[in-house]
């Protein structure tokens, strides 16, 4: 698919200076630009590579002033960064756009689907399922019964999603992941063994969340486990049962949230964090990779470590750690010295 300079201009209310008709059908850095592609430039270090680029459209900043001339076509723009992201955001929605129901795939008789739904191979819609209008749904995803999709929601090849469960307005489900699967939840007997307590509740996927490859989500024991609007995890993450996390909270791969654990907006957790259950992580959190939470936290702190702490206690004690072994050698030469004045004196 190709697009020239002056659709692009359009798409971002830039300004061309160069060819309009230009044409792109590729995106690349800068430094790698060859003919037919698009690419940007908003960090001034990288200047240099304008002059000689073959990239045949280049985003800039509306304020960037060449010190040599440009052969290649500019388009000026408030901030080139977030104008080549939209234009990311742009190509990947184009590219993964579908239509039609494949063959073979199942609808149940009982689901109502909105308007121009994609339905890709191997899909399955069982009964009373509700979806939205534009939904993308890829080969093998799996949507059990009383489900809920909204509108504009794309859900990725190999997805499962339980019964019950309901998925907001303009969420992206990667593949792999996994809605709605059991709580871990057993009750130890007197015998040693355990027996499973059923896990009646749902999960609650509110509007424009995004949940990366291989998530799992489990399912309330009873009740919801609720993803807030907005919110992003990355890849591989697990949140179990019960779990509530705020709006737009963000949390990277790898990391374990425990049960009934409530965590509030505007959170940045780290990879690979630990989060023991039952306890309240206030709004504006920073939790830092690989730390250990064992304890509720208040809002606006920043924790690292395992367990945790305050991250600028954590700073000062790593500090101290790394030298341990020549703290440990002075503290042996002090007493040293004292025990030779303590000989010398007696």
Do not use: W
Not at 20 to 28: C, G, N, Q, R
Not at 276 to 300: C, E, M, P, Y
Not at 312 to 334: C, G
């Amino acid at each position: 698919m190709k697009f020239t300079a002056h659709q692009i201009a359009t798409v971002l209310e830039g300004t061309i200076e160069g060819n309009p008709e230009a044409e792109v059908f590729k995106l690349s850095k800068i430094e790698e630009g060859t003919e037919g592609a698009l690419t940007f430039l908003s960090n001034p270090k990288y200047n240099h590579f304008i002059y000689n680029t073959l990239a045949s459209v280049v985003i800039v900043n509306s304020n960037f002033s060449p010190d040599h001339p440009v052969s290649t076509t500019m388009i000026r723009v408030d901030d080139a960064y977030d104008a080549f992201s939209k234009i990311l955001q742009h190509y990947n929605e184009t590219k993964s756009n579908r239509n039609g129901i494949a063959t073979p795939s199942y609808i149940s008789n009982s689901a109502i689907c909105g308007k121009d739904l994609y339905l890709g191979h191997f899909a399955v819609i069982e009964d009373n399922v509700e979806i939205g209008d534009n939904a993308q749904i890829h080969p093998h995803v799996h949507i059990a019964q009383n489900c809920k999709i909204g509108n504009n929601v794309r859900i990725f090849a190999g997805v499962r999603i339980y019964e019950d469960c309901i998925i907001g307005d303009n969420c992206v489900i990667h593949s792999g992941v996994i809605i709605g699967s059991d709580g871990f939840g057993f009750a130890p007997q007197k015998d040693g063994t355990f027996d499973k307590i059923p896990q009646i509740g749902n999960v609650i996927i509110e509007a424009d969340v995004e949940i990366g490859a291989g998530t799992t989500i489990d399912r309330a024991t009873m009740g919801s486990t609720i993803i807030r609007k907005g919110v992003k995890l990355d890849n591989q993450i697990q949140i179990a049962h019960n779990v509530e996390i705020g709006e737009n909270t963000v949390i990277a791969s790898q990391t374990g949230v425990a049960g009934s654990t409530k965590i509030g907006k505007n959170c940045m957790i780290g990879g690979q964090v630990g989060i023991v259950g039952h306890i309240t992580i206030g709004n504006n959190v920073r939790i830092q990779a690989q730390a250990g939470v064992g304890k509720s936290l208040g809002d606006g702190e920043i924790v690292q470590g395992s367990p945790s702490f305050g991250y600028n206690d954590f700073s000062k004690s790593y500090v101290h750690f790394r030298n341990l072994p020549k703290i440990i050698n002075d503290i042996d030469e002090l007493k040293k010295q004292i025990i030779k004045k303590d000989d010398y004196n007696g």
